[in-house]
């Protein structure tokens, strides 16, 4: 039986449960050896799948081109906090002054939309995440957060495998959205729960919708007795990297480096300190 739950994030449609569990591992495995614990093999893995509720019944492809007339005031919020926060990282991508201001009409904003789109698939750290914008994998987020039926769906999925033998939850990207919506509405206690690349911390478009609602700007302790949180300095989708002021000073907020791979989940679950927190629960008596 497993004991560990890994959460996937946007554009895993083209995979599913049992590949992201054969890809993960290892990674899991190495963290594990470098914190001193090896004995665990892969049947403590298991890799809740909802990548298949984004498609369209009927479709001939998984995944689609991002067109301008795709993109909503959602999309497009999130598309230019993430280049905001990639400028800070590469001078070259300069976002212009006063271009833009929230909730101004997006119709008088076309090139505005696609300089934010150039300027990320030119960046070394940054260019993975803009191309899954162009395919529309990014769409994936807007439609968690504002399909109240997808998303239930979702929730539910992953939910209904947090039994009591799982000790650990770790979520990646919007994985770790699901994950901590999915421990907030569960009948049991996990050990420790790892977010990794987290978006939970993106205010207005994550943090303010999240169900239960946060109460005077604290989000919902979720069923865990452990909550560490894990983000690369670099990684535009973990916008906030401490989330213990948004969730109570319990959370650890611990730092990584990824190289340019920042948002990597493969490159989180390999980090010595990932191993440490998974072996300390595995260890942990029932």
């Known amino acids: 039986m497993p004991s560990i739950l890994a959460i996937h994030g946007i554009g895993q449609q083209s995979t599913f449960a049992n590949i992201l ?6 990674e899991i495995a190495k963290g594990l050896k ?46 230019l906090k993430m280049w905001q926060f990639a400028a800070l990282s590469e001078p070259n991508l300069v ?28 960046s070394r750290y940054f260019s993975g995440i803009a191309k899954s914008l162009m395919l529309g994998d990014l769409k994936q987020v807007n439609r968690y957060i504002n399909d109240r039926h997808l998303h239930d769906q979702i929730v ?24 901590y919506e999915a421990l907030c509405c569960c009948k049991h ?12 911390g993106i205010k207005k478009l994550i943090f303010d919708h999240l169900e239960p609602a ?38 650890e907020d611990l730092i990584v480096y990824n190289g340019w791979k920042a948002h990597e989940g493969t490159m989180y679950m390999g980090q010595k300190e990932i191993g440490e927190a998974v072996a300390k629960a595995l260890c942990q008596k029932n």
Not at 161 to 171: A, H, L, N, S
Not at 189 to 200: A, M, N, Q, R
Not at 234 to 242: Q, R
Request: net charge negative; proline share 6%; aromatic share 10%.
């Open 156 to 179: 539910k999925r992953v939910t209904a495998q947090i039994d009591p033998g799982i000790k650990v939850v770790i979520g990646h990207s919007l994985g770790s959205v699901v994950a």
């Open 21 to 26: 569990a054969q890809e993960w591992w290892p």
């Open 214 to 251: 946060p109460m005077d700007g604290v989000g919902q302790w979720p069923g865990v007795r452990i909550w560490l949180n894990v983000a690369d300095k670099g990684d535009l989708v973990a916008m906030e990297k401490s989330l213990a002021g948004l969730f109570g000073e319990k959370v």
């Open 95 to 122: 976002i212009p002054p006063g271009a833009y201001t929230s909730g101004e009409s997006l119709a008088r904003y076309p090139r505005l939309i696609q300089s934010a789109a150039n300027g990320l698939l030119s």
């Open 34 to 79: 470098l914190a001193g614990a090896d004995q665990f093999g892969i049947e403590e893995l298991a890799c809740p799948y909802y990548a298949d509720l984004f498609l369209t019944p009927g479709a001939l492809s998984s995944t689609y081109h991002m067109a301008e007339e795709d993109m909503d005031e959602f999309d497009v919020e999130l598309m």
């Open 189 to 200: 206690e996990v050990d420790t729960f790892i977010t990794l690349g987290s978006p939970l």
